[in-house]
């Protein structure tokens, strides 16, 4: 497994619509391998193939990844729960959260963001196999934040006009700043 680069705003992959997968074969799942581990490395609980750069309905989670108790264990030791949905579907959505958000491919922001707090997901596995689940809570307002990014959307595009503006235009500013540094 490798750890790939996640790609971050404004670059331009990230505002592209992932396309369905067709094929489920072992490069996909090496895909779905290198996606875990570089969310792993980057301390994230989900990460979508759009954020390193590959235009596939795919998306690893890992809530695990967010516990501070099982961080704090030696790598070995730690207990992972991977989940792999791909080419997931909205099936049904109910009740409201607002939760405090952040993104790896939106450094160092974050923002109150309104979701859905239950929903019904349609997916396939690795092997092609068709699912339903009823997702809630931290799992369902991640699986929407991480299909935002298949449709090429970040969770800023959820603020109000305003900020997301000055909001898009501040990250714009750092990343620019970066760059030339």
Do not use: W
């Not at 792993?40 to 967010?66: H, P, S, T, W």
């Not at 491919?105 to 859905?116: G, I």
């Not at 809570?137 to 969770?155: I, N, P, R, S």
């Amino acid at each position: 497994m490798s750890v790939l680069q996640v790609f971050t705003f404004p670059h331009p992959v990230l505002t592209q619509e992932a396309k369905p997968v067709a094929r489920f074969d072992s490069e996909l799942k090496q895909l779905a391998d290198n996606m875990l581990e570089t969310m792993y490395a980057e301390g994230g609980i989900g990460l979508a193939a759009n954020q390193v750069g590959q235009l596939k309905r795919l998306i690893v989670v890992d809530l695990r990844n967010e516990d501070q108790e099982e961080l704090a264990k030696p790598r070995p030791e730690r207990h992972r729960e991977p989940r792999i949905f791909v080419n997931p579907s909205l099936l049904d959505a109910s009740g409201e959260t607002v939760t405090e958000e952040a993104c790896l491919s939106v450094v160092d922001f974050t923002a109150e963001v309104k979701r859905a707090q239950r929903i019904v997901v349609g997916y396939q596995t690795l092997a092609g196999e068709a699912r339903e689940e009823t997702l809630e809570d931290l799992a369902a307002v991640c699986l929407q934040h991480e299909m935002d990014h298949l449709a090429g959307k970040l969770f800023i595009d959820h603020l109000p006009p305003l900020k997301r503006q000055i909001v898009k235009r501040r990250l714009a500013k750092i990343a620019k700043l970066a760059k030339s540094a």
